[in-house]
Structure formats: C-alpha cells, structure tokens
C-alpha cells in the first residue's frame, strides 16, 4: 500500500513516509482488535463525488463544482493526501503589506493611558514625546500618541483580517489555513488586549508554520509567541511574585483540559515560567527574573524551566485525549462515543502528536465519512462566508460589506477571540437573532448596501469623534467642543467654565488618534462583489429554471432538498423571469437568480457542511 | 402598540396563567405564581472582585491585604460602620439605601474552581462540579411553563447563554433589536417566513435544531423589533447599559417574557493587573445601568414586578497581586434587586482570617440558596426540583 500510494502519487518525501508508516501501524493494530473499526480507512469503491465534496467542506472551506469533480477523480489516498500533505504544493504567498503604522519611539508601549501621561508628567517625556514646557494641555500629544497606536493597530488588525480572509479564499492549501484558524481558537489572542497587529501577524505565521506539524513545536512556539506572552500576562510573572495566568490556560485549555491537575500544579507550573517575556517582537528569557528553584509539576519534581514543564504536560495522557478530541470535534463532529474518544488518544500518543499523521486518518476514516458525520457541522462564520465565496467563485473577498464587520456581527471576528477560550463552536453558532443575521449577510452579499461607509475611514458610531471634529472647526473652545452630548453627568457633573486648564483632554485625543490613524494605515480595498451567477449557470449547461435551482442547490447546499421546496423555488424564478426557459432570459436574469440564490442561502440547512 | 394588541395579548397571558394552575396543582412550597412576575438576571463576567464593589472597610484585615489597592473609607459611598460601595456606585448606593437592594453575603460553592469557564457553567447550570447540560433559567422556564409560551425566556447577548439552554424552551437570543429581523424583497418572502422545514424524511439532528430555531426567530423577531421602535425613554442608563434598556422595551411591550438573561460581555472584570481605575469606571457602568432600569421599571409601572440579580462566576481574593490587581478567588456577593426585595445584608461576610491554602475566603452561602430564594418566593417554582436538592431559601422577598 506505502509502494502504491508512492506510485501514484510519483513523489518521496520523508516526513510523510514517516507519517504513512506510522499511519498504517495504527491502522493495522486497530484492525486486528476490531474488524469495523470507525477509523479504519474507508475503501476506493466506496469513493464518490459526495465523499470528495465532504472531505473538501471539512479539510477546507467547501468548493466548487470543478474541484469537487477533480478530487472526485482521485482515489480517497490521493484526495486526503493532496489536502494534508500540503507542502508538496507550491504556496503563492502574498506577504501582508505593512502601512508602516508602529514606529519605535512607541516602544515600550504604556500599560494604560494613565500610565503615559503620567511617565510624561514625571520624567518629562513619553511615547517618545517631549511635554510643552508651558500653556495649557501640555501632556495632549502624548495622550493623542497613546489613542494613535491603539486605533493604528485596530484599524491595522482589520487589515490583516481581510489579508487572511483572502488567503483562505484563494490559497491552493486549504487545510493549512483551516488548521491555522483551529488553532487560532485554540490558542486565543486577541488584539483587545495584545494592542499590536505586528505580534499577532507573527503568531499568525507561527501558527501557519506548524499547523500540520508536531503539537510540540507548535506549542512551545506558542508559549514563545510575543502576542501570548502580552494576552496572558507574562511580564508580571517573575520570580518571587508568580502570576499565574498563563499556567492556569496552558493546561486548562492547550494541553490536559479541566480535571487533570491542582492548583498546586499551577503555582509550581508558574513558577517554571517565571522570567519569560518579550522585548519588543522577540521573546527573552530574563535570568534575573526566573525562578530556578526545585517544582513539584504533576508528580514530577526538578528545578524546572517552562520547555520541561511542557514536556511534562505532553506527557500526559489527559493531552493527548483532549488535543484529539477537540480536533475531531471542530473537524468532524461534536458527538462522540467515549470508545472512539479513547482510540482518538491512542491515535494522537501513536503518531507522537504529529496533527499531519492525526488528520490523515481521520479523514480517509469510515467515521469521517458516516451519516453521523456528513453535513452534520454547524459553519463557524468566517468559514460560512470564505465557502460561500468559494462557492461563488470569487476570486477576492469583497470590500462591501466590510467582512470583519459581518463576521463579528455573526460571532467571530479573526484575531479578536472572545476569551481565552476562543469560539465555542456547534450549535453555540446559532441563536434565533444570529440565524436570522446569516440571512441577512447573504443579501447584503448579493445586494450590497448602497449607503455603505467605510469602517476604517470614518468613524461611525464611535463615541464623539465626529461632533468634536466638527465643533472644532466651528471654533468652539475644547472644553465645550468635547462635552459629552445629551447625558446628564450626575455626580460627576463638569464645570461649565469654557475652556479649562488642564493636562490634557482624552476626547480631543481620540479625534486626533483617528486622523492621525488614517493617514498612516493604509485603506482597504472597497470593490463590491463580483459575482456572475449567470456565467455559472450558462457554464453548467443549465437550460430550464428547475436546472438551475438544482444546480444551485448542489452547488451551494450539503443536504438534500425535497422535491416540494424545489418546486417553490422553481415557482418563485419563473415568476420572477417571466418564463422557464433560462435562455430566453438570458440577457436579464442575474438579479432574480441573486434573489434566488438569497432565498436558497437563508434555507436553515445552509448553515451546514 | 394599540389597545387591541394589547388586551388581546392580556387575555392570552390570563388564559395560560389559568390552564398552569387547572392543570398543574403547584407544589406545596411553591407561593402561588404571579402571571406578571419578571426575573432579570445580570451576569458580570470575567469574575468582579467583590471587595472592592461593597468594601469592608470596618475590617482592618481588608486594608492589610490590600495596602494598595484598598479604597479608603473616606472614599466610599458608607452604607452602614461596616461596608461603603465603590466610590463609582452612586446608583447602588441609592437603591440600598431605599431599601430595594439585598447584598447576599459569600456566595460560592464547595470545591471551588479558579477557571471561569468551568467556574462560569456551574452558575450558569446551578450545578457545581456536574455535568448538568441545561441551564438553571431553562429548567425553571421548563418549569413553569410547560405550555411553552413562545418569547418566555428571552437572553440578549452575542451568544446563548448556558443559563438560559433548555431541555424544551427555544430561548430567545439577540443582541441588536434592529437587527432581529429578516431582509428579503417581497416575492420571496413567503418563501424566507414560512422556511422550507418540510424535509423530515432527511434531517439530521443539526438540520432539526436550526428548523426550531428558525420558527423561534419568526415567532420573536417581529415582536421583539416593534417592542424595541415602540419604546423611547428619558431615563439615562449610563455609558455602558449592559442591554437593561432593551429589557425594558420588552417589558414596556408586555412582550410574554418573564426570565430576562443579559451580561456585562467579554470578561471585562477579570482585573488582574492595574485595576483600580478600570474596575471603579466597570463599576459605574454597572451601577448607573441597573439604576436606570429600575427607574425605567417604576416609570413605567412595572416596579413591582420585577425582580434584577446580579452575579459573577467567582469573586477574587482577598490579598491584591503584586500588578495591582487581583487573582481568581471564590466568594463573593450576589445583589437582588427591586422594589418587591426586603433591603439590607443576607448571609455572613466572609471572614479573611481564615483563608484557603490558595488565600482565598471559605463561602459562607451556597449560591444555590439565591436561586432556590428568586425562583421558589419569587417565581414560584419548586426549588428542591429545579436544584436537585433542598436549599434553604432567605427572607429576601417581604
């Protein structure tokens, strides 16, 4: 079987051979325990363009008819090899294009606003801005500097999610993009409090980098990774005063799961990661601040350092269980026996935590490719937007509506995680107001707003930006111009005397953060979609309007549909085109097969792949 | 709203109320429901330090576990020679002393967990260290209404609560009222309203829950947006209003919901590092935002009908960090709220002399008992069912 897949395949890579032995190890002891076993591979007989499709939705972000043919050609060998093994195939990496927003006078960047106007009140500078020695706010530019890096790194973050939304959408190596979101949730961080889109753009690529590689690597990159090391507080974990933050996440939530350990594992844990930090982008360990006395971590003691700590915790059968678990739960699906829990474990420990081997199994597996399994899963939204452009054919994400804004209002905005814990996936997705909002970013898709404004540019919604811009430029003094509007301030009611000394004036300062934001971050591209379902279907050979609901529906949806929905559907665009023959309405038809499409898209099943 | 609707949607309301009481005898502990009672449950999440909200600055040991970030007592708002709310809480000074504020001392459980997931499930399920899958406001909307009155139990949030998960209520859940509603031109739209849920023969069990929470969302959704355009109010609900408004409208709407779930999002208290500041202004928010509600409540004429609980997943220890914050810890308060609510202390403080090998407080009530209290004097449910146990309630309800 190895020399047949090498065959036809024509290539040798040693990795993967390591992997495919270890692979067919597994495989070979678990059939010899349990003839039908769920992750015995399925058979090429078996193989058929549903299977292709699945494998595709699941080990990517869905596809289109052509690829869901192309794969369908293969055998199932071919087809998840082709996905998982994916550094065989060249990468058209388009780096992210840097505005050049950061500059290094904001090094160290202050904990809090507080924080720098008091350092610049103090020492007579801050964030690289020397106080006025004299008249009235003169501290403003340092707090404007502070409110500048905090808008300059959002607005950049959003750029780096359209950056990874396109890549998702066009990358030749969809698993490697799908991992690297899994493990985004898995190892949370986000920008809220990171407060530097460089960081999060490095543990993007580390994260990338080791998707499919050893769990290992990826772990202690991650422990490494600045961005982790800002979200989880590791400045203040020195010798002396562990904090215990980190400690308590990597095994509750990277490593064992809640259950398996102590509080006194924590604090020794802690302890063992003591002086780890970062110094600008680079991680250092501060000898000064580690604490190299003996640990007792899970019943091992020595004078641990944090890379032992971790081995001790891979070491744990509790991790490897919990790792398998929650990759066949986010791949495959949120139910699952305690047997084939235990034989995920077993899987996980015999591949020695190689996600590669791991992945591999799982998807040529009969469980894989079971009822239970198949259009089962509820789409996270990023995926359900990147699949629908997939499906779509679109060759770039659209401008309008903005995809940050729609993927946060649906639950999940990349690089801003809700917790620690990331996204909570399954049928948490979905509540009565976010089942209706999937509906709606349909249409807006397929009928984008014609009043949109762009977030990145104007500063909508946003707390007083604009009324100060605008009173300013009336002339009003600062004090009046930036009072707050319509609320009575209560206790903490402010004198009415115009323009008062004082050091500096926080609202005036996030008016001058955003303009001094914008000039900087770069724009993100605003085309609209560009989308052309009548080439689709002309391309399909669709001749009747009943083909070309069946066409969409295949192409779009991943369970089936009854004949007496098809029949409305039919209903509702013959109506619209006044006829059933596509080709006489040829000339005329994308916008009611845009609404066709709408109505097809918003059926409740159209969450699932 | 026109008084048809709303007579119409009264006589409905009276009608469920009688089939509840023919067909179902109340349980003997249980007072006698009250058609009209509203339970709004407030979670502060990311675990509030306790200490710093209503401060026991009567206990020296306080300042000597925090000789930074202790508030000085001539900063607190007193409410008596033991405790002073944060200098931030104007509102929760005012309604503790009008006498519609219960503060339930130590609340916590057995066997505490530090993780405010797991710690956060256990008060969303009212079941510490088990695996209960629904919720405690589920159960108890399961319970009191088991002819599943559509839009009973209602949770504005980005994401349903496991508090509100139920076993045979859809909860209702959205975030943005403008939002809660379909787009769709007008051809399609008898196609978008009635759904295509007619596939029975193929469903899987996924397909099935996004059938019923499609039907849920066009029971709600119209209903909800109409509640939300219909209301206006002059009541100032502070910065960040933690959605109470949008409580508000819904009840001013005489919307069937009578167990409310909303949250202070994001782990926002989960103050570890450099705190004061950042925690007074959350506090304010808080503070300012259940005011508002409550007034809104009495300008509307529902003051006596509605009862607001405040909780967090844990509370946090005594002794502040060494980044002026604070850790993870275990008791804390609990605030019961409202005009129907006897005022003043229930429970005992925790005593700081006698900490954990963590430096934590040993609860002194188990949060239990709050829930048993709200949902057996208040809403009128068997507590010993819904918490699979007998907990003592308190004399919280006059």
């Known amino acids: ?609 | 709203m026109n008084h048809h609707a709303l007579s119409r949607r009264e006589l409905l309301q009276a009608l469920s109320a009688m089939s509840l009481s023919t067909a179902l005898p109340l349980h003997a502990l249980a007072k006698p429901a009250d058609g009209n009672r509203i339970l709004v449950v407030v979670e502060l999440t990311g675990a509030n330090d306790g200490f710093n909200t209503l401060v026991p600055y009567g206990d020296d040991n306080y300042y000597k576990l925090r000789p930074n970030l202790g508030i000085r007592a001539n900063k607190l708002r007193k409410i008596d020679d033991m405790h002073g709310f944060n200098p931030g809480m104007a509102g929760f000074e005012r309604l503790y002393k009008n006498g519609q504020m219960a503060v339930v001392h130590g609340c916590g459980y057995d066997n505490p967990s530090y993780s405010h997931f797991t710690s956060a499930a256990y008060w969303h399920t009212g079941a510490p260290n088990s695996g209960e899958p629904f919720g405690w406001l589920g159960r108890l909307a399961d319970a009191i209404d088991p002819q599943l009155t559509p839009n009973f139990l209602i949770n504005i949030d980005e994401r349903q609560s496991l508090a509100v998960r139920a076993a045979r209520h859809v909860p209702v859940v959205f975030d943005d009222p403008e939002r809660f509603g379909r787009k769709g031109l007008y051809a399609s739209r008898a196609l978008l309203d009635l759904g295509t849920g007619d596939n029975a023969d193929n469903s899987n069990s996924s397909q099935q829950f996004l059938e019923d929470v499609a039907q849920s969302a066009r029971q709600a959704s119209v209903q909800v947006r109409q509640a939300w355009n219909n209301y206006k109010t002059p009541i100032d609900y502070g910065i960040l209003s933690m959605d109470l408004p949008k409580v508000a409208a819904m009840i001013h709407a005489r919307l069937p919901g009578r167990i409310y779930h909303t949250a202070y999002r994001h782990n926002a208290f989960d103050t570890h590092v450099h705190q004061a500041e950042l925690h007074q202004r959350l506090l304010t928010y808080v503070s300012d935002g259940i005011a508002g509600f409550m007034q809104d409540m009495k300008r509307i004429g529902r003051d006596k009908d509605v009862t607001l609980m405040v909780y967090s997943e844990f509370g946090r220890r005594p002794a502040e960090n060494t980044s002026l914050g604070t850790d993870h810890g275990t008791a804390n308060h609990v605030y019961v709220i409202g005009q129907p609510v006897k005022g003043g202390h229930y429970g005992q403080a925790p005593d700081f002399t006698r900490l954990n090998a963590e430096g934590n407080v040993t609860p002194t009530v188990d949060f239990r008992r709050v829930y048993a209290t709200v949902a057996q004097q208040w809403m009128g449910a068997d507590s010993a069912a819904l918490l699979n146990g007998k907990f003592e309630t308190l004399p919280v309800f006059a």
């Open chain 1, 1 to 609: 079987m190895i020399l047949e897949m090498n065959n036809a395949l024509n290539h040798k890579w040693v990795k993967a051979l390591t992997g495919v032995v270890a692979m067919l190890a597994v495989s070979v002891a678990l059939a010899a325990t349990n003839p039908v076993h769920p992750l015995k591979a399925i058979s090429p007989q078996e193989w058929n363009a549903n299977k292709a499709r699945h494998l595709l939705e699941r080990a990517g972000f869905g596809a289109s008819p052509q690829e869901v043919a192309q794969f369908a050609r293969m055998t199932p060998q071919q087809a998840v090899q082709t996905l998982v093994r994916y550094q065989r195939i060249p990468d058209k990496f388009v780096p992210f294009e840097d505005s050049g927003s950061h500059d290094d006078g904001l090094e160290p960047f202050a904990s809090s606003r507080p924080a720098a106007t008091d350092l610049a009140k103090a020492s007579g500078e801050s964030l690289g801005v020397k106080v006025k020695p004299a008249g009235n706010r003169r501290v403003q530019q340092v707090a404007d500097r502070y409110l500048y890096w905090l808008r300059a790194s959002r607005l950049e973050t959003h750029r780096l999610g359209y950056w990874w939304a396109n890549r998702m959408l066009s990358t030749p190596r969809p698993l490697q993009e799908k991992l690297t979101l899994f493990w985004h949730g898995h190892f949370a961080t986000s920008e809220e409090k990171v407060r530097d889109y460089r960081k999060l753009l490095i543990q993007n690529e580390t994260m990338r980098l080791h998707a499919n590689g050893k769990f290992r690597d990826l772990l202690i990159a991650v422990a490494k990774d600045p961005a982790m090391l800002a979200f989880l507080d590791a400045g203040v974990n020195v010798k002396g005063a562990p904090n215990e933050n980190f400690a308590r996440e990597i095994m509750e939530l990277f490593t064992m799961g809640v259950g398996h350990y102590s509080e006194t594992d924590i604090k020794e844990a802690a302890r063992a990661f003591t002086g780890w930090n970062y110094d600008r982008l680079n991680f250092v360990v501060n000898p000064a601040q580690h604490d190299d006395s003996m640990k007792t971590v899970l019943g091992r003691t020595g004078r641990f350092d944090g890379e032992q700590v971790i081995d001790i915790l891979l070491a744990q059968p509790a991790t490897a269980d919990f790792i398998a678990a929650k990759l066949y739960r986010y791949f495959v699906r949120e139910d699952l026996s305690p047997e084939l829990q235990k034989q995920l474990g077993q899987l996980m420990r015999d591949s020695r935590y190689d996600i590669a081997v791991f992945m591999e199994t799982v998807f040529l597996s009969n469980d894989f490719y079971s009822q239970a399994s198949i259009a089962t899963r509820i789409k996270p939204p990023v995926e359900l937007l990147i699949s629908t452009y997939k499906k779509m054919e679109l060759k770039a994400v659209p401008g309008i509506p903005d995809f940050n804004q729609q993927t946060e209002m649906l639950g999940q905005k990349l690089f801003y995680p809700p917790n620690v814990a990331g996204w909570a996936h399954g049928r948490s997705w979905i509540t009565p107001g976010l089942l209706l909002a999937r509906g709606n970013v349909i249409y807006d898709l397929v009928f984008p707003p014609i009043d949109f404004v762009a977030p990145d540019r104007t500063p909508n919604g946003l707390y007083q930006i604009l009324s100060v811009a605008d009173k300013l430029a009336l002339g009003m003094d600062v004090t009046t111009a930036t009072q707050p509007e319509g609320k009575t301030m209560g206790d903490m009611s402010m004198s009415m005397q115009a323009d008062r000394d004082e050091d500096f004036n926080t609202r005036l300062a996030s008016y001058h953060a955003w303009r001094k934001a914008i000039e900087k971050v770069k724009p993100i591209p605003r085309d609209t979609v560009q989308l052309n379902l009548s080439q689709l279907l002309r391309r399909a050979d669709c001749k009747t309007t009943a083909q070309a609901v069946d066409h969409l529906l295949q192409r779009f949806v991943s369970v089936p549909v009854t004949d007496a929905v098809k029949q409305k559907l039919t209903t509702l665009i013959s109506d619209d085109l006044g006829t059933t023959d596509l080709k006489a309405a040829d000339s005329y038809m994308e916008d009611a097969l845009r609404n066709l499409l709408h109505v097809i898209l918003s059926l409740p099943a159209y969450q699932l792949g």
